[in-house]
């Protein structure tokens, strides 16, 4: 059965090709708290040793949940992901403080600036995993993006103590995980005794 780990580590795949991500991609266990400084450089370091000491522009996915429907092909669970492209604002594409504007002190690089940066690579990445689906033959062994349901791409801005602005990115995809039953043995199941009456005694409520 495949799950998270083969989500974890076909996106990181896919985005270690990206010329602007650059592999820094995680999956966000606390739902996007490691977005500050320290903690986010610690994260990294960690689940992405070989990647430079840049912490942006970077690709980060919420936790996926996923649909249990026995009434669809119950090989497959329809995953709903949650990503965030984000980037410093006001910085450019490789992190310099962007010009300021000589008349109003302030950067040049302004927050439309920064969703559009960050829109070009939650849309080139989509691109890539359907190139990638296309090419490993996926969408019949094991990861189907959804093509019923379009993807959503909302502005984000300032998140977190490094402030970074961007896009949010969501998407549906199928996964392959079979429909073996692993935690069980279905022989043992036929011989359970199960009571049809409630164990709790009727009694004046």
Same mark, same amino acid.
């Given at each position: 059965?495949?799950?998270?780990?083969?989500?974890?580590?076909?996106?990181?795949?896919?985005?270690?090709?990206?010329?602007?991500?650059?592999? #820094?991609?995680?999956?966000? !266990?606390?739902?996007?708290?490691?977005?500050?400084?320290?903690?986010?450089? #610690?994260?990294?370091?960690?689940?992405? !040793?070989?990647?430079?000491?840049?912490?942006?522009?970077?690709?980060?996915?919420?936790? !996926? $949940?996923?649909?249990?429907?026995?009434? $669809?092909?119950?090989?497959?669970?329809?995953? &709903?992901?949650?990503?965030?492209?984000?980037?410093?604002?006001?910085?450019?594409?490789?992190?310099? $403080?962007?010009?300021?504007?000589?008349?109003?002190?302030?950067?040049?690089?302004?927050?439309?600036?920064?969703?559009?940066?960050?829109?070009?690579? =939650?849309?080139?990445?989509?691109?890539?995993?359907?190139?990638?689906?296309?090419?490993?033959?996926?969408?019949?062994?094991?990861?189907?993006?959804?093509?019923?349901?379009? =993807?959503?791409?909302?502005? $984000?801005?300032? &998140?977190?103590?490094?402030?970074?602005?961007?896009?949010?990115?969501?998407?549906?995809?199928?996964?392959?995980?079979?429909?073996?039953?692993?935690?069980?043995?279905?022989?043992?199941?036929?011989?359970?005794?199960?009571?049809?009456?409630?164990?709790? !005694?009727?009694?004046?409520?």
């Amino acid at each position: 059965m495949i799950g998270y780990p083969f989500i974890e580590s076909f996106f990181s795949a896919i985005l270690s090709k990206s010329e602007a991500i650059q592999g #820094r991609f995680f999956f966000a !266990p606390k739902y996007g708290h490691e977005i500050n400084t320290d903690e986010l450089g #610690r994260v990294l370091d960690e689940s992405k !040793p070989l990647v430079s000491k840049q912490k942006y522009p970077l690709a980060m996915c919420m936790p !996926p $949940v996923y649909v249990m429907d026995s009434s $669809v092909e119950e090989n497959w669970k329809n995953f &709903i992901f949650r990503m965030f492209f984000l980037k410093p604002t006001f910085y450019t594409s490789d992190n310099q $403080v962007a010009n300021p504007n000589q008349f109003t002190g302030t950067s040049q690089h302004s927050l439309m600036f920064d969703w559009h940066d960050m829109a070009r690579c =939650a849309e080139n990445f989509l691109r890539a995993v359907k190139i990638v689906q296309k090419q490993q033959l996926l969408h019949n062994t094991s990861f189907r993006l959804n093509t019923q349901r379009k =993807a959503i791409v909302t502005p $984000v801005s300032n &998140i977190g103590v490094d402030r970074a602005s961007g896009v949010r990115l969501d998407f549906e995809a199928a996964l392959f995980t079979g429909c073996e039953l692993e935690d069980y043995i279905e022989a043992d199941l036929s011989n359970l005794v199960i009571d049809v009456i409630d164990s709790h !005694p009727q009694h004046l409520m």
